[in-house]
């Protein structure tokens, strides 16, 4: 037999893969997607709680300076001194409110869009609370939650 006639009896080996790779690859794929995604949305929720708490502790500063100058928390109109009664444009996720009297006032922060059902406060005597939450979350009296399981 001549070489050239061996070069065509050989078997073709054809490359790529076979189907169990590629659903073996897809059932890898599905249960690291399955592990990262929640862990992701997380993510994501407490990347927008600063926005909350930043805001509130600016806004409790503020209320402190007015009282110091004003030796009210309320201004003419009766309403907060230092801050606004309402803010619904400042932040794209939550809004503000702030209630008081003379010598009290609690700020509030309401989650709106992706963080909806997320409530934070903040009162004259400095005590930070997390006073509503999502599901798979838990409130705390004593701080502002920024993580799941309660902690601050």
Partial sequence: MHASTNRHLRRVHQQGFTLIEVMIVVAIVGILSAV???????????????????????????????????????????????????????????????????TTYTLTATGKSQMAGFTYTVNDGGTRATTAVPSGWTTNAGCWVTKKGSLC
């Avoid at 503020?62 to 801050?83: H, K, P």
């Fill in 36 to 102: 990262a995604y929640p862990a992701y949305q997380d993510y994501v929720i407490r990347s927008k709680i600063p926005d909350a708490t930043s805001y509130l502790a600016s806004r409790q500063t503020r209320m402190e300076q007015w009282f110091q100058d004003q030796r009210t928390y309320l201004n003419t109109a009766g309403t907060c001194g230092g801050t606004a009664a309402s803010d619904t444009t400042t932040s794209n996720y939550f809004n503000f409110t702030c209630a008081g009297t003379a």
